[in-house]
């Protein structure tokens, strides 16, 4: 869609990053990852008796299955923020981790 309103084919041999700059839009990726730290910021701003920081606490009993085990929403939580080297500390103060997230959002995609 995006070559659509950018009036660029394959043949036109442009690169999608360059593509994202030139509309000034986000990668969507980087929009998976920051509504995914909006919602750590939402779960560590709630008390420790709410459900979701219950759920987010429990331990699962049994046995896995062989080969290497499932990616967690923790693990991907934990490799946003050093991918983008935030600290959780800071999701405690709505306002500056809505700065935060907002900076993510706007920042440019760098196009190789």
């Not at 309103?5 to 700059?21: E, H, K, M, S």
């Not at 920051?34 to 008390?47: A, F, Q, S, T, Y």
């Not at 759920?55 to 939580?77: F, M, Q, S």
């Amino acid at each position: 869609m995006l070559r659509m309103i950018a009036d660029v084919t394959r043949y036109d041999r442009v690169r999608n990053a360059y593509i994202l700059v030139s509309l000034n839009i986000t990668s969507i990726s980087t929009k998976l990852d920051v509504n995914r730290l909006r919602w750590l910021g939402h779960l560590e701003r709630r008390d420790d008796s709410h459900i979701t920081r219950v759920a987010e606490n429990i331990i699962v009993e049994g046995k896995r299955n062989r080969g290497r085990p499932k990616l967690t929403w923790k693990h991907k939580v934990k490799a946003t923020m050093a991918k983008y080297q935030l600290d959780i500390n800071v999701c405690k103060n709505r306002n500056e981790w809505r700065q935060k997230l907002k900076e993510l959002t706007t920042a440019k995609v760098i196009a190789k």
